[in-house]
């Protein structure tokens, strides 16, 4: 079993800059196994996908609407993962979602991965 754990969250003006963590703990969870993904979910959407890192942080991958301006990035030796969020805009605005995928390599879909975070909210005012 393991527990996700995100924090960074606030509020911010567009243009400005986030960076979100996400601390992973667990007995039986090999963190440096799994791909880790960040998603997020605006009021009245789905849940949507924002990017993903693969177990060793060699490959990532990210939603065309955060490309350029969002980077995750992993530390396997704290068992975290992070999103820094740069150039953000009102439509950014959404709780982000830290999980853990099913296998180590690139996923982007919600039914690739199997574990969540309670979430964050990130407001960016305009």
């Known amino acids: 079993q393991v527990q996700l754990v995100e924090s960074g969250g606030g509020l911010v003006q567009a243009g400005g800059s986030l960076r979100l963590s996400c601390a992973a703990s667990?007995?039986?969870?090999?963190?440096?196994?799994?791909?880790m993904g960040w998603f997020r979910q605006a009021p009245g959407k789905e849940r949507e996908f924002v990017g993903v890192?693969?177990?060793?942080?060699?490959?990532?991958y990210y939603a065309d609407s955060v490309k350029g301006r969002f980077t995750i990035s992993r530390d396997n030796a704290k068992k975290s993962m992070y999103l820094q969020m740069n150039s953000l805009k009102p439509e950014d605005t959404a709780v982000y979602y830290c999980?853990?995928?099913?296998?180590?390599?690139?996923?982007?879909?919600?039914?690739?991965?199997?574990?969540w975070g309670q979430g964050t909210q990130v407001t960016v005012s305009s």
């Open positions: 667990g007995r039986t969870f090999t963190f440096s196994r799994y791909a």
């Open positions: 890192i693969s177990w060793s942080g060699g490959s990532t």
């Open positions: 999980a853990s995928s099913r296998g180590s390599g690139i996923a982007t879909v919600t039914a690739d991965f199997g574990s």
